[in-house]
Each structure stands twice: as structure tokens, then as C-alpha cells.
């Protein structure tokens, strides 16, 4: 069968940066809804249509293509009375968005003194990607499946 439109997809994969560098492993299967449903980027997706079981093919992403470039205007530098006590780098937080922004979710990068630096943007942004995977099964998706414009687990469980 081939990957179209309506598809469950399931990928074994890799990511690393243009290096080398191993950023995903992949230790577990991708699975995904083909067909427009935002489950996996784009470019992948384009380059996924029309193949079959065990085809492997490697789609090099630009930050654009992926988690987008790195904004400087989402690095903020805030009082450290601001935050709970006992807060350490690489902790998340949720911040509502201004003048009805979706929220957006902050990283602590630094603490120094009664400063703490949070970052706005996805960990990686700014980093070009190199996705290197295998088609280990496709299938047709269930009405279910394209009703909720995602893929289901085995025996049709999902969590929404």
C-alpha cells in the first residue's frame, strides 16, 4: 500500500542536526494521520506521499521547515522574586500570551543573582534537521481516526 491521503503512517526514524549530532533517537515509532493533519512537518509529509513499506528516505529541514528560527525578542531576563523558590535551569513554565497570544511555554536558562532568563522559544529553534526514517507500516485510517484528524493507538485506544 501506498502513503495517500486518509493514511496511518508508521515511521522508524532518526533526527540529528546537520553534524550528525543525534537530537532524536527515535526509540519509539512515529505515527501518524498523512494527508494535511499537521502531524508531522511538512516537508516530511510531502516527501512521505506515494511511498511504500519499507522505503527509507532522508528530508533535510531548514528551521523554517521545523521549529522555526530563533527570535531573540522571546528571551526575557526577569526578577528571580518572580518565581517559586526552588526553581532550576531547564524547568518549563506556562505564561498566558498578551493581548490574546496563545500561551506560550518558557524555559529557564540561567539564574545569576536575583536574575532569571527564560527562553520563549522551542529548544529547537534556530537548528536545521536532518530526519532519516523508514516506513515500517501504512494503513488506512479508521472514520474515527479522520474525524479527530489524527492516528489512534492499537485497538483504536487514544488520549485526547
Do not use: W
Request: proline share 4%; glycine share 10%.
Amino acid at each position: 500500500m501506498q502513503i495517500a491521503k486518509d493514511s496511518v503512517v508508521t515511521l522508524s526514524y532518526k533526527v540529528t542536526d546537520p553534524d550528525g549530532n543525534v537530537i532524536d533517537e527515535g526509540r519509539r515509532p512515529l505515527v501518524y494521520l498523512h494527508g494535511g493533519y499537521d502531524g508531522i512537518f511538512a516537508p516530511i509529509e510531502e516527501a512521505l506521499h506515494g511511498k511504500s513499506v519499507g522505503e527509507q528516505l532522508v528530508v533535510k529541514l531548514q528551521p523554517e521547515e521545523a521549529f522555526g528560527d530563533y527570535d531573540e525578542s522571546l528571551l526575557r531576563i526577569e526578577s528571580l522574586s518572580m518565581f517559586p523558590e526552588g526553581i532550576e535551569v531547564g524547568m518549563q513554565f506556562e505564561r498566558a500570551g498578551e493581548d490574546g497570544d496563545d500561551d506560550m511555554i518558557y524555559t529557564i536558562t540561567e539564574i545569576e543573582g536575583d536574575k532569571v532568563v527564560v527562553d520563549g522559544n522551542h529548544p529547537l529553534a534556530g537548528i536545521a534537521l536532518v530526519f532519516d526514517c523508514t516506513i515500517s507500516e501504512v494503513r488506512h485510517a479508521t472514520s474515527e481516526e479522520v474525524t479527530h484528524g489524527h492516528a489512534h493507538g492499537p485497538d483504536d485506544h487514544h488520549h485526547h
